[in-house]
Each structure stands twice: as structure tokens, then as C-alpha cells.
Antibody, heavy 121, light 110 residues
Framework: EVQLVQSGAEVKKPGESLKISCKAS????????IGWVRQMPGKGLEWMGI????????KYSPSFQGQVTISADMSITTAYLQWSSLKASDTGMYYC??????????????WGQGTLVTVSS | QSALTQPASVSGSPGQSITISCTGN?????????VSWYQQHPGKAPKLMIY???KRPSGVSDRFSGSKSGNTASLTISGLQAEDEADYYC??????????FGGGTKVTVL
């Protein structure tokens, strides 16, 4: 069974950097796309981007291109989502997720528990 | 403005059937079967309910069904139950490996 375990909640100030993680187990991490989804408080789901760890190939939604960086470390089967300079509008819940079939970019059959990011001065 | 349009809310009484629509005006949506639906209860991670328009993952009740005609996809919940009260999101492949979500529909069981 595929499991995605995300890092814990974060409280940051505007302008700070942040890297949150998502550790995968139960699948061949290198050959499964793994993605990130944002949910701002009281709002809907937003598809942010995905990475194919074997080639470090990334795809970003135009809304998030240049705003975040998605990366992965195959040696520890972990994907990351990072910000270089947080804004208050980055506050939200962030989910990692992965499809059930290797080489498919979606849909997401398996989800992490979410990481709450709060950015406030 | 989401690329996929859903009604903000749908309601029904226990035992009834309801249908949630999802409209997408781009080529990948109408020409391919890359439409999926997620259910999300408050404070929980989303759960995949339907994929490839009408396929159910293992463990999902057969009360949930999906269909698509042209640029509109639909999720139907039959025999509505209290536990079905949740937010529902459609999603579709927009372009090469990039997906998009609809704005979400709140389902209320009266």
C-alpha cells in the first residue's frame, strides 16, 4: 500500500524561506509522478505541479511557475516543495499526492495527510 | 476563474440521486477521458472517487458513477446518504502532464 507522510505544520514570517517534505513508501518512488496541491483557508483545491523523480522532470501550473520549487531525493524517497520568500498569501494546507500507475501524471490515487503552512508577521 | 466550472452547491434528501456537473472548454477535456472526481470531508485529505470519467477505485461505493458528454462531465451519487455530505472536485488533464481542478461543489444532505 502506498503511503505518503508529510512533514509537520510550519509557522513562518513573510520573506522567510521554507521547504516541506513528503516521504513515500510502498511504490517504486523513482518511476511515479508525485505532485503538490494547495488549499487556501476555506477555498478549493489547486494543482501546483509534479515531479518525476527518476529524471527530475517537473511540470508546474502557470499559476505557480516561478513561485515555488518542486524537487525530490530518490535516495530517501522524498519529495519537496519549497519557497525562497514566503508571502502571507502562501498560507494554506499543502498536500502531496501520487497516481496509482507509474508513468501516469494523474489522477492522484494516494494522498499525504497535508502540511499546514501559516505565514504571518 | 477555474478552467473547470462546477456549481457551488447541490443538495438532496437521503435516498435521492444528485448530479454534479463539470464543464471544461478546452481540447483535452472534450477529446479525452482524463476526468476524475474527488471527495473531501472537512479537515481531511481528498479521496479519489472516479477516474477516467467512469472508473471507480477499489473500495469506492457503486453509488458513485461518472459520465461525460462533449465538454460536460458529471458525477452522480445515487441513494444519497448523510456520509456523502462533503465537497466534490472534478479534475482533468489540461495539457502535457498538467492538471487542473474545478472550483468545487458543496453537497448538502437535507
Amino acid at each position: 500500500e502506498v503511503q505518503l507522510v508529510q512533514s509537520g505544520a510550519e509557522v513562518k514570517k513573510p520573506g522567510e524561506s521554507l521547504k516541506i517534505s513528503c516521504k513515500a513508501s510502498g511504490n517504486s518512488f523513482n518511476t511515479y509522478w508525485i505532485g503538490w496541491v494547495r488549499q487556501m483557508p476555506g477555498k478549493g483545491l489547486e494543482w501546483m505541479g509534479i515531479i518525476y523523480p527518476l529524471y527530475s522532470e517537473t511540470k508546474y501550473s502557470p499559476s505557480f511557475q516561478g513561485q515555488v520549487t518542486i524537487s525530490a531525493d530518490m535516495s530517501i524517497t522524498t519529495a519537496y516543495l519549497q519557497w525562497s520568500s514566503l508571502k502571507a498569501s502562501d498560507t494554506g494546507m499543502y498536500y502531496c499526492a501520487t497516481p496509482s500507475d507509474s508513468n501516469d501524471s494523474g489522477p492522484f490515487h494516494h494522498w499525504g495527510q497535508g502540511t499546514l503552512v501559516t505565514v504571518s508577521s | 476563474q477555474s478552467a473547470l466550472t462546477q456549481p457551488a452547491s447541490v443538495s438532496g434528501s437521503p435516498g435521492q440521486s444528485i448530479t454534479i456537473s463539470c464543464t471544461g472548454n478546452y481540447k483535452f477535456f472534450s477529446d479525452y477521458n482524463y476526468v476524475s472526481w474527488y471527495q473531501q470531508h472537512p479537515g481531511k485529505a481528498p479521496k479519489l472517487m472516479i477516474y477516467d470519467v467512469n472508473k471507480r477505485p477499489s473500495g469506492v461505493s457503486d453509488r458513485f458513477s461518472g459520465s461525460k458528454s462533449g465538454n460536460t462531465a458529471s458525477l452522480t451519487i445515487s441513494g444519497l446518504q448523510a456520509e456523502d455530505e462533503a465537497d466534490y472536485y472534478c479534475t482533468s488533464l489540461k495539457t502535457n502532464s498538467i492538471w487542473v481542478f474545478g472550483g468545487g461543489t458543496k453537497v448538502t444532505v437535507l
